[in-house]
């Protein structure tokens, strides 16, 4: 019998780290958003899997490598546990939008690959993102989805809230962990069992 439990999926750029119009390419380019580790340390001790999902294009378009975007990830996944967090995965999609990939948002192809891998339980889970395709891939894969104004959120918070009845929207991914921590699904008792 299964025992799949929820996942708190978790956009990088926009969410965990300051976005950039022309990319995080290096390290040395990648800052956390306020509250952002601390946030994810409250998720982990909750028992909660954290599931980063991030369409990085920038590697198909050349800007930058997949050994580069390895070693942000790396690094990101160090910087959070030394602040007591933990990243279950990290999944990247480096394709073009023009690549019709299945696995960028607002496809669920990583929300899925996830799923399978962890067995996770996806109509409890959440995806927390700056844009509509992570709404949307969220929908597609039947989890819930938390829209954040930090990032690109703040300007599509208004055309989403009309297209999409009831997606909440907070300021950042702290509010969205309360939202997540709040939820009677969730928590220790729900994510753990």
Known sequence: MSRARPAAFLDRDGVLNVNLDAHVRRWDE??????????????????????????????????????????IHARMCAA???????IARVLHCPHRPDEACECRKPRPGMLLRAAGDLDLDLARSYVVGDHLTDV????????RPILVRSG????IAADAVARFEGLPVVDDVVEAVDLILRDEVGGATGAGA
């Open 80 to 86: 959070i546990a030394s602040g007591g967090g933990q």
């Open 30 to 71: 990648f800052a956390f958003l306020p509250g952002a580790i601390e946030a994810v340390r409250r998720l982990h001790e909750a028992g909660w899997p954290i599931v980063v999902v991030t369409n990085q294009a920038a590697i198909g378009r050349g800007y930058t490598t997949a050994a580069e975007v390895a070693d």
């Open 136 to 143: 949307e891939a969220a929908i597609a894969a039947g989890c």
């Open 152 to 155: 690109r959120g703040a300007a």
